[in-house]
């Protein structure tokens, strides 16, 4: 049961990947072209927007794709349609309260003369909040192909648009084309945001069978239960968000004005050179998470180890690939931002940490003690503000990433410590720490090969710490593989 539960999560990994993993290094390839077209300041302001954006999904959402999963199982067919009427009811709700008051919002976020820009974030968030309980029913109901299709549209028709509104238009103006009166000469920041608000808006007529459910009723009694158990999740979501994304929004207020932006849009370019570790983690969750309830009614908790085991152990090969071979990667981004580059490990080595604690999470998820994943969550918050109003003022950018990495550190071992006393689980964490030191020692290895002058020499010497890394895996964890199939059979 444990190895065929394992391939399943890993079939069902690669189809999420292949749309999320896939479409998103398409939509990856945008950064060139943003960090082409906008200066830092600029781009500064993209990062910004979108990290703001970032909270308030989490808001929007409210936990209720987590709930769902919980509830789906044992509280009959209007689980379903109750949420989805709750998500819809909230999201126009907030989009009434917030779509007169979006100049004073753009002041308060210290952007002048962007309260359409505001206008679009609006729109933006009310669509990816509607779709987002549709998209949890395909990962529920074992729809994986439709899901990826789905979102693999998204993403495509925002990458085209794009493109054809900040590259080819400015381009056609220049040379004479009217534009329509809604182009102009300079590629504007603005269409990266009405992109955004087409691809969203054009998922949401996708989704026409799946919100058609909303017609299947609302039952107020199984609401109640359902808000209790997602409220804690909304405290974990907003939190997770703090650590996630708050450093963008704080450096801001923490830097001088005539640096913030600029610092912020370094930063914001060279986070997404951690793309490839970030995908991997969402596409692991896409399937994870279903799966991992589904497993509960079995009662074998060995499977939550072994998933997370080999799950780190990718990671860790994702860390070694893109920091071996920085200077490749760094080619995504324009030389006005190589100056960041420096980050780049801090925080693919915290997405790992990240990473690895979402897994952990889920016993306080299975073992309906939401409101402990609650009290982690904001422990991190917390310590991320204060390491951020300490390290920001000095360091820049730089301290903020420190201060991800160590956040995501301790809540790691904060919910392993926790969670074996309220749902043991027999992670391999010898193993994962060898593994670790082992990889950082490749890493440091890899930096010292840099003084190689001969770049053929240097990168032959860095494929092969990496291979070795990937044999050492394999070589070590198939006996493992073997002997478990036998004490199966």
């Not at 220049?174 to 808006?201: H, L, T």
């Not at 074998?300 to 152990?313: C, K, M, P, Q, V």
């Not at 001969?454 to 990937?470: D, Q």
Request: with cysteine; proline share 3%; hydrophobic share 55%.
């Amino acid at each position: 049961m444990t190895m065929s539960g394992l391939k399943r999560l890993a079939s069902e990994t690669a189809i999420y990947g292949v749309s999320t993993i896939a479409m998103r290094m398409l939509n990856y390839l945008l950064v060139p072209l943003y960090t082409k077209l906008f200066l830092p300041d600029a781009y500064g302001v993209v990062t910004l927007l979108y990290a703001i954006l970032a909270f308030f999904n989490v808001l929007l959402s409210y936990g209720m794709e987590t709930t769902y999963f919980r509830f789906s199982s044992d509280s009959g067919k209007k689980v379903y349609s109750t949420a989805l009427n709750s998500i819809f009811v909230t999201s126009f709700l907030f989009l009434f309260l917030t779509w007169f008051q979006t100049e004073q919002i753009a002041g308060l976020i210290g952007i002048s003369n962007a309260d359409h820009l505001v206008e679009y974030c609006l729109l933006i968030l009310v669509f990816d909040a509607i779709t987002a309980l549709p998209f949890a029913y395909l990962r529920k109901v074992g729809k994986p192909k439709r899901f990826a299709v789905l979102r693999s549209l998204n993403i495509l028709v925002n990458i085209l648009l794009n493109i054809l509104c900040i590259y080819y238009a400015p381009k056609w103006v220049a040379n004479g084309w009217d534009g329509w009166g809604i182009f102009s000469a300079v590629p504007e920041i603005k269409y990266i945001f009405i992109s955004g608000v087409i691809s969203s808006g054009m998922s949401v007529v996708l989704f026409a069978p799946e919100l058609k459910r909303l017609n299947e009723g609302f039952d107020f009694s199984l609401w109640r239960k359902m808000i209790l158990y997602a409220l804690p999740l909304v405290l974990v979501g907003f939190a997770g968000m703090v650590n996630e994304t708050f450093d963008r929004v704080i450096m801001k207020y923490l830097l001088p004005k005539d640096i913030a932006d600029y610092q912020i849009g370094i930063y914001g370019a060279c986070y997404k050179l951690s793309i490839l570790m970030s995908l991997f983690i969402q596409a692991f969750r896409f399937a994870a998470e279903p799966f991992f309830f589904a497993q509960k009614q079995t009662g074998d908790r060995t499977i939550y180890a072994r998933a997370t085991h080999f799950f780190a152990l990718f990671c860790l090969a994702i860390f070694l690939m893109v920091t071996l071979y920085l200077d490749i990667f760094k080619h995504f981004l324009d030389v006005a931002y190589w100056e960041g580059l420096v980050v780049v490990p801090i925080l693919l080595l915290a997405n790992l940490f990240l990473g690895v604690y979402y897994n952990l999470s889920i016993w306080y998820k299975l073992a309906d003690k939401t409101m402990i994943g609650a009290y982690i969550s904001i422990g991190g918050a917390t310590f991320t503000i204060l390491l951020l109003f300490a390290l920001i003022p000095t360091a820049g950018y730089i301290g903020a990433a420190w201060a991800t990495l160590t956040v995501y550190g301790g809540m790691m071992v904060a919910s392993y410590l926790i969670g074996q006393k309220h749902y043991p689980i027999p992670y391999k964490v010898r193993s994962f720490m060898l593994y670790l030191i082992f990889a950082l020692t490749l890493y440091l290895a890899g930096e010292a090969l840099n003084k190689i002058e001969s770049e053929a020499l240097k990168y032959t010497w860095k494929t092969l710490l990496f291979l070795g890394f990937i044999l050492t895996v394999i070589l070590l964890e198939k006996p493992r593989k073997i002997l478990t199939s036998q004490q199966n059979t």
